[in-house]
């Protein structure tokens, strides 16, 4: 039986607040590029398996394949590798704030490439949003001094929204399209996969392993639930209700995400936080409450 949309909601929150914190697992000795291409090409075998027991035809015609490779490149490979090395300065919690940003990002290229009109409520949607995101931030701006690790993390956050929304961007066209779901996600997590896998090599990061468990039933999780699930999910619900309603689902991770950080990597929960995730909600539900949201 298809879930809801409450369900396909509701499974991308709760999966995708946990994965920002299981990504620390995935780093250390092991580069962000190779990381996220073993997840993804894990990912993609998965996928590819289970397309094939569903008796879905995975063929695409080479104009089609070329889609594919941008879908993977932007929401596979470029986002990730860019959340990845975030990760590596600042919590994982501070970062899917940051993913918060997303709806608004979502709302001005779906203006920009499919001429979905925007609004007033739109336009102060978005400038309380990015107040929220800079609130947030402004405590670990504040203890840059001999560091700039804050700074860095930020910048590779919002490189991540970007091509996380170009990729979305790319799903709405191929959806128009009529691409199935489940084999785009298997032919683009295949490309983003070998696509990282490249950008490392290319960049001399070794086809090394993580050793121990932790990394082992990380990747695991990422590839299967944090990965497979929630785009599954994710697609599925923005082909149902449209891109902006679905991105929605970026107001709310952060609230779980923040939440285990807090108990998990000591992050610093002051008003100014509080205040900051407030007015990423309000600016989110401003603009996705629009008589336009639901384009």
Known sequence: MPLSNLQLFLTCVLIWGSTWIVITFQLGDVA??????????????????FCRWRGMSLRFKPAQHIDLFFFGAAMFCISYI??????????????AVG????????????????????????????????????CVFWTEFGKLSASRNAELGALLTMLSVLASS????????????????????AWGMLYGGVLALAIGAVTGK??????????????????????????????TL??????????????????VALSVSFFLEK??????TTLGVALSVLGNVAMLRGKNAST
């Open 238 to 255: 923005m082909e149902r209700i449209g891109a902006a309603p679905a991105s929605y689902i970026g107001v709310m991770v952060p609230v």
């Open 166 to 185: 170009a990729g979305s961007m790319i799903a709405m066209r191929t959806q128009r399209r009529g691409y199935p779901t489940w084999t785009s996600m």
């Open 99 to 134: 993913y918060s940003a997303s709806p608004m990002i979502a709302m001005l290229m779906s203006r920009l490439f499919f001429g979905t009109p925007m609004t007033l409520r739109v336009a102060l949607g978005a400038t309380l949003g990015i107040a929220g995101i800079v």
């Open 32 to 49: 962000p590029e190779m990381s996220v291409g073993y997840r993804f090409l894990l990912a993609s075998a998965v996928l590819f398996a």
């Open 267 to 272: 992050f610093a929960w002051t008003w100014l």
């Open 206 to 235: 070794p086809f090394n392993f993580g050793a121990g468990a932790g990394y082992s039933l990380s990747l695991f999780y990422l590839a299967v639930f944090g990965s497979i699930i929630t785009f599954g999910c994710y697609l």
């Open 82 to 95: 860019f959340v990845y090395y975030a990760e590596t300065y600042i919590v994982s919690g501070m970062v």
